[in-house]
């Protein structure tokens, strides 16, 4: 992922994932969207993701590469899109980009990306095997 804000030109990578709308409550003293806010964004929707392809339950246990690219303002849409990058035994790597619809209209700017560490867990919180073919878990019938 890129730190080179003209390279939003290319569009986001990966799927679209959570859209929220930046509010005034969410500022820093400088009168921009806070960088923690839009990280928590950035997490909820590599969670999103990382649950899908664990198929249960996961942790965030490492961001790393995070680059703050532009600010993000009160009133933009920020779009969180996801990429799976890496599956280890029992960790999921995910791509996250976050770009904002700037005044809420189809004009987006790249503001962060990121690569998250997941790692997926059993019904006890203890770390487990990703299952290796997507959609092999079943679910339980009722």
Same mark, same amino acid.
């Given at each position: ?46 969670? $999103?993701? %990382?649950?899908? *392809? ?6 965030? #246990?490492? /961001?790393?590469?995070?680059? =703050? &690219? ?25 791509? $996250?980009? %976050?770009?904002? *619809? ?6 987006? #700017?790249? /503001?962060?990306?990121?690569? =998250? &560490? ?25």
């Amino acid at each position: 992922m890129s730190q080179n804000p003209s390279d939003s030109d290319d569009g986001p990578k990966g799927a679209l994932t959570v859209r929220t709308l930046a509010m005034p409550a969410d500022t820093n003293p400088a009168g921009d969207i806070f960088g923690g806010w839009v990280m928590s964004q950035m997490d909820i929707a590599g969670s $999103i993701a %990382a649950v899908e *392809r664990a198929e249960g339950r996961v942790a965030t #246990v490492a /961001v790393e590469a995070m680059s =703050f &690219i532009a600010p993000v303002k009160v009133g933009d849409v920020l779009c969180v899109y996801c990429v799976i990058e890496r599956v280890g035994k029992s960790s999921i790597c995910v791509g $996250i980009e %976050a770009w904002a *619809r700037r005044n809420r209209f189809a004009n987006r #700017v790249k /503001v962060t990306d990121g690569h =998250f &560490i997941y790692v997926a867990l059993d019904d006890e919180g203890a770390p487990r095997a990703v299952v290796t073919e997507p959609g092999s878990v079943k679910p339980a019938s009722t």
